[in-house]
């Protein structure tokens, strides 16, 4: 009875008793546990039973966000943090070591970008290849290759790794596949399917959806087998081997780097999460309409959007994904400045942010692409009109009027 994807996070709470008799499980502000049996606070430590030690590394409200992000991408457990950027930092630090290898998809987003950098500074070296053909990535494999790292939609650009024959690859090569999930989310794409060991989620995007707490989420898929990583210190191997991974993720990631998500976060977004599918159908379907409308207009002259016949990775899209997604990017016709449009915009919000229920804008080469340079933009192919575009769950006749009245005043 609780096989479809919003019935399960619905109910996932009421699988174990909750006091008076609540339907959500309660938020547990508290930083310290205390345990009557000192014996038995030493063993939760130590990892020999189940508790919880410290705040740092997690409270129930957390707990409970974490097996809903589990059921979301049908994995065997997940680890919870501050935000997604801490999310893939933690997993970095816990996993690997100097001299170790990462391929990585050349469209990240900005701030993961300017990580993979910091990481290269330090010894773990991190190649960047266009992850839309799988060849580039065997090509970038080493000896001493430990992991491959995508996205499953680009940001701004809204390119498509090549999801299903990377995960082949990892899975001949014996390498970690770690995918970022953010940008379709796990009701539109489930990344267990195509082989993938570990999924980010910025659980501040579409799975909390309404903009008002930050966070992130590592969940281990359980197909990857950890006894052949080397990298797993021998302390924290006395969980089944499934488990190697995940735990010291927290304890090397979540644990000792202390991006620890706090218990009032983690309920807003374990909230939000019940209507992710409702939003994302929503939106994505927003996104088709406002996309097509916007294609055909004579001061557009880019629609950046996996749901239009002419995009690169439009078939790929309809093979992988449930449907196209929320995001977009355009460029204007030369001679609009892309700052005048957005401000004649009225219902659209000039924002930073993406994955919320409000549709919101932001010129990308002045603002979160602006740190990495003109150069490093011009071979990302982010020009200096693009506009991204995350679309929200308006009335799809509202957000195209908008869009009309905006560019016959352009």
């Known amino acids: 009875m609780k096989n479809g994807f919003t019935t399960a996070i619905l109910h996932s709470d009421l699988e174990a008793p909750i006091e008076h008799f609540s339907v959500h499980k309660p938020m547990h502000a508290a930083v310290a546990f205390g345990y009557p049996d000192s014996r038995e606070l030493a063993k939760v430590f130590k990892g020999e039973a189940a508790g919880y030690a410290y705040g740092r590394q997690g409270n129930p409200t957390t707990a409970a966000l974490e097996s809903k992000v589990s059921k979301m991408e049908d994995g065997i457990a997940t680890a919870c943090f501050a935000t997604g950027m801490a999310a893939i930092a933690s997993t970095f630090v816990a996993l690997l070591r100097a001299g170790d290898h990462v391929v990585s998809s050349s469209f990240l987003f900005g701030n993961t970008n300017s990580l993979f950098g910091t990481f290269n500074t330090w010894g773990a070296e991190i190649s960047f290849v266009d992850p839309t053909d799988v060849d580039n990535v065997a090509r970038a494999i080493r000896p001493n290759t430990r992991m491959v790292f995508v996205e499953t939609i680009a940001n701004p650009r809204t390119q498509i790794a090549d999801l299903t024959r990377i995960g082949e690859l990892c899975v001949e090569h014996n390498l970690i596949y770690v995918v970022d999930n953010t940008m379709t989310s796990p009701y539109l794409y489930r990344p267990k399917k195509d082989q993938a060991s570990l999924v980010i989620n910025s659980l501040t995007k579409y799975i909390g959806g309404h903009g008002n707490a930050l966070g992130g989420a590592v969940t281990d898929t359980g197909l990857y087998d950890w006894t052949?990583?080397?990298?797993?210190?021998?302390?924290?191997?006395?969980?089944?081997?499934?488990?190697?991974?995940?735990?010291?993720?927290?304890?090397?990631?979540?644990?000792?780097?202390?991006?620890?998500?706090?218990?009032?976060?983690?309920?807003?977004?374990?909230?939000?999460?019940?209507?992710?599918?409702?939003?994302?159908?929503?939106?994505?379907?927003?996104?088709?309409?406002?996309?097509?409308?916007?294609?055909?207009?004579?001061k557009v002259t880019k629609v950046y959007y996996p749901g239009l016949d002419d995009h690169p990775q439009h078939k790929l899209a309809g093979e992988l994904f449930k449907c196209y997604g929320a995001l977009m990017s355009i460029e204007l016709a030369d001679g609009i400045d892309c700052f005048d449009f957005l401000n004649r915009l009225e219902l659209v919000i000039s924002s930073s942010h993406l994955g919320d229920n409000r549709t919101l804008a932001i010129p990308i080469a002045q603002t979160i692409y602006w740190e990495m340079g003109a150069a490093r933009r011009a071979e990302m192919g982010i020009a200096e009109s693009l506009i991204r575009l995350s679309i929200g769950i308006e009335d799809t006749d509202d957000l195209l009027g908008d869009f009309r009245q905006a560019l016959e005043k352009s």
């Open 228 to 298: 052949k990583y080397s990298n797993i210190y021998d302390n924290y191997k006395n969980a089944r081997p499934a488990m190697w991974g995940i735990q010291q993720i927290r304890k090397k990631g979540l644990r000792d780097v202390g991006a620890t998500l706090a218990a009032e976060p983690a309920h807003r977004i374990a909230t939000g999460a019940e209507t992710l599918a409702l939003r994302i159908e929503k939106s994505s379907g927003n996104a088709l309409a406002l996309a097509r409308f916007l294609a055909g207009h004579p």
